[in-house]
């Protein structure tokens, strides 16, 4: 079981929008607000989209963003586009012996 | 452009000792900046982080695993390695290795593809 809870699916037409939650306690989530999101389509590396809560690192598009409040970080798919379909991933940077918790991911359909 | 490579064996029988080594081509594993992560996703599961270690060797471990579990560097060779001793079927899994950047949040931000361990008599 995954110390991050994420919701197995999630599905949007094309040009909707879809926000996927990432759900922990506050040990989970520790000090800090280094949450990041991954994308892994099938047989690829995974690819990331946000880290620190909100932040994108070059190259990502502006229609992928992220939020958090309280226990809950939140990554939205603005625009959807059919590359968007894939595998997402949030992570949690705990502190301690720079330890990761992960969810458990939520597959993205678009339709 | 930074590149990871894992490779090994993708079959391990139970008890023995699972083997990767994940080789950086585009840039060293030197810098202050960042460390060098394992990540492993058993089949239908989600990510697990394996554990972690910086160019001059420091390393951290996942508690669960740390019993089990090295992983060093290699920067004559530009490579970083994992061994997981007394395998079970519970440890079939992709295996990843990631670089992680300290001022990034502590995120992976290269990946290489992932490697399937199998572990079966």
């Known amino acids: 079981q995954s110390a991050l809870t994420q919701p197995p699916s999630a599905s949007g037409s094309p040009g909707q929008s879809v926000t996927i939650s990432c759900t922990g306690t506050s040990s989970d989530f520790g000090a800090y607000d280094y949450v990041s999101w991954y994308q892994r389509h099938p047989g690829k590396a995974p690819q990331l989209m946000i880290y620190?809560?909100?932040k994108r690192p070059s190259g990502v598009p502006d229609r992928f963003s992220g939020s958090k409040s309280g226990n809950t970080a939140s990554l939205t798919v603005s625009g959807l586009q059919a590359e968007d379909e894939a595998d997402y991933y949030c992570s949690s940077y705990v502190g301690s012996n720079n330890f990761w918790v992960f969810g458990g991911g939520t597959k993205l359909t678009v339709l | 452009q930074l590149q990871l490579q894992e490779s090994g064996p993708g079959l391990v029988k139970p008890s023995e000792t699972l083997s990767l080594t994940c080789t950086v081509s585009?840039?060293?594993?030197?810098?202050?900046?960042?460390?060098w992560g394992w990540i492993r996703q058993p089949p239908g599961k989600g990510l697990e982080w394996i554990g972690s270690v910086y160019h001059s060797g420091n390393t951290s471990y996942n508690p669960s695993l740390k019993s089990r579990v090295i992983i060093s560097a290699d920067t004559s060779k530009n490579q970083v390695s994992l061994k997981l001793t007394s395998v079970t079927a519970a440890d079939t899994a992709i295996y990843y290795c990631a670089r992680v950047i300290v001022y990034g949040g502590h995120s992976g931000d290269y990946w290489g593809q992932g490697t399937l361990v199998s572990v079966s008599s």
């Open positions: 585009g840039g060293s594993i030197r810098g202050s900046s960042y460390y």
């Open positions: 620190e809560v909100n």
